[in-house]
């Protein structure tokens, strides 16, 4: 199971808003949910740290990891247990909750 930081029923999910390069979207092996809620850089999104700093530590976590998703990584929060997936648009990403879309049924 992948660690995940829990708020007050809320998750802490990993995006990029910086276009050109996904964070997660742009991930394509097993560690894609891992990058979607690493505590290690939830705690440095929420701390401003540098790119530098975040990208050393996705160096050593996870050595294949393209990092240009990196510029721009954001925390969005998510109720627990709410179904969602990450959109993509040239690299900027946002969460897509399936219970706040008007959603067409044909």
């Known amino acids: 199971m992948v660690e995940k930081v829990i708020r007050d029923g809320m998750v802490a999910v ?6 050109g390069a996904g964070w997660t979207t742009w991930c394509y092996d097993d560690n894609r949910e891992k990058l979607m809620y ?10 401003s740290a540098s790119l530098e700093d975040m990208a050393y530590y996705v160096s050593v976590a996870y050595p ?17 247990g709410e179904r969602f997936k990450i959109e993509e648009n040239d690299g900027a990403e946002w969460v897509d909750v399936l219970d706040l ?6």
Do not use: F, N
Request: charged letters at 30%.
């Open 38 to 47: 690493d505590p290690t850089l939830v705690q440095m999104c929420e701390d």
């Open 14 to 19: 990993l995006v990029s808003r910086g276009y």
């Open 101 to 106: 879309r008007d959603w067409e049924i044909a």
């Open 64 to 80: 294949d990891q393209y990092k240009g998703g990196l510029d721009g990584l954001y925390v969005e929060w998510v109720h627990l």
